[in-house]
């Protein structure tokens, strides 16, 4: 591996040509899914509640860091203990939820 090239430091292994030479429908459908988020996004600003929308979002992501999250450990701390894995020290066991 080298250092410093555009690929070792995560460069997108697609690029516009490659998405150019798709078959069209793609293409079709990209740009429906653009112009869906365009629609929602000035569906959003033009409503008066957006502030508040965007407090409500923004207390969701707190919430979940700070409440959710930590009971997802304890969880998964429990069952561990519950369950050891075989020979280890750590867990062999996982508790998953989607975040």
């Known amino acids: 591996m080298t250092f410093g090239t555009a690929r070792s430091l995560g460069a997108p292994r697609h690029s ?18 653009g112009a869906l988020a365009g629609y ?3 569906g959003v600003l033009v409503n008066p509640v957006w502030p508040r929308m965007l407090l409500w979002f923004a207390a969701a992501i707190v ?3 700070v409440v959710a999250f930590p009971l997802y450990a304890a969880a998964d701390r429990a069952l ?4 050891p894995g ?8 996982h ?5």
């Open 80 to 83: 561990c203990l519950l369950r």
């Open 95 to 99: 508790c998953s939820a989607p975040a």
């Open 40 to 42: 929602a996004a000035l």
């Open 63 to 65: 919430a979940h860091d």
């Open 86 to 93: 075989p020979g280890s020290t750590t867990c062999g066991c």
């Open 16 to 33: 516009l040509a490659g998405v150019l030479r798709r078959p069209p429908l793609h293409l079709v459908a990209l740009l429906c899914c």
